[in-house]
């Protein structure tokens, strides 16, 4: 039986506050492997500006160095166009070997609150398990009543971070070491990111 976790974002960047918790999920899990799927065109993000994929790929690339059970797969650059969620995870499961499948797509509490606003949710739960990491500041009894009662509430560490404050943290020089990789931080510098 495959045992699979899926796990979407822009990371822009990739922060501990991703890492940490992705990798406690795994372990409460019991998940050999987590697939980081970082999206090159987000549809809750076409209006925002937003670091070229390339870069976002690359620092994710550089800091699973660190996480050996989570991979990065490019299934969304395969997309054209913005890549949704559910349609992503159906091209993962056909591209799974046959058999028996047992898949958990993992979200951010701040997520399951907007999930109303994806496009089929209710197709998510034909295809996978849903689990729900906590985040600090984000209350989940917000998310739609007939979602909480669908999904797993995990018992993840509460990371106080977002990409929106490591990026505004580089613009004003401060310094982001206890939350970014180092090789994320030296890629950031490097290519003058988020200045
Ligand atoms: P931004 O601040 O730019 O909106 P973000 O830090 O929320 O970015 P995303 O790449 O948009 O990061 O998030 C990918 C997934 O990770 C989402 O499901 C989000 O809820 C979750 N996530 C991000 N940061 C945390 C955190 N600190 N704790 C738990 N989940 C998180």
């Given at each position: 039986m495959t045992r699979l976790g899926l796990f979407g974002g822009?990371?822009?960047?990739?922060h501990y506050g991703h890492l940490w918790t992705i990798e406690a999920a795994r372990l409460e899990l019991g998940l050999p492997e987590i697939w980081m799927l970082p999206n090159p065109y987000p549809p809750h993000k076409l209006h925002v500006p937003m670091t070229p994929y390339v870069h976002r790929k690359e620092m994710l690339r550089l800091a699973l160095a660190e996480f050996p059970a989570l991979k990065l797969s490019?299934?969304?650059?395969?997309?054209?166009g913005p890549a949704y969620t559910t349609e992503t995870i159906r091209r993962v499961v056909a591209e799974l070997p046959p058999g028996e499948k047992d898949l958990w797509l993992i979200v951010g509490a701040d997520s399951l609150v907007e999930?109303?606003?994806?496009?089929?949710?209710?197709?998510?739960f034909e295809y996978a398990r849903v689990a729900v990491l906590r985040r600090p500041?984000?209350?989940?009894?917000?998310?739609?009543a007939q979602y909480i009662a669908r999904v797993r509430m995990l018992d993840t560490p509460l990371i106080p971070i977002s990409a929106t404050e490591i990026r505004e943290a580089v613009k004003l020089g401060r310094d982001t070491s206890e939350w970014i990789p180092e090789s994320v931080r030296n890629y950031i510098m490097e290519h003058r990111l988020y200045q």
């Open positions: 822009t990371f822009d960047p990739v490019d299934t969304e650059e395969k997309v054209d999930l109303p606003k994806w496009k089929n949710p209710e197709d998510l500041g984000v209350d989940i009894r917000e998310a739609p």
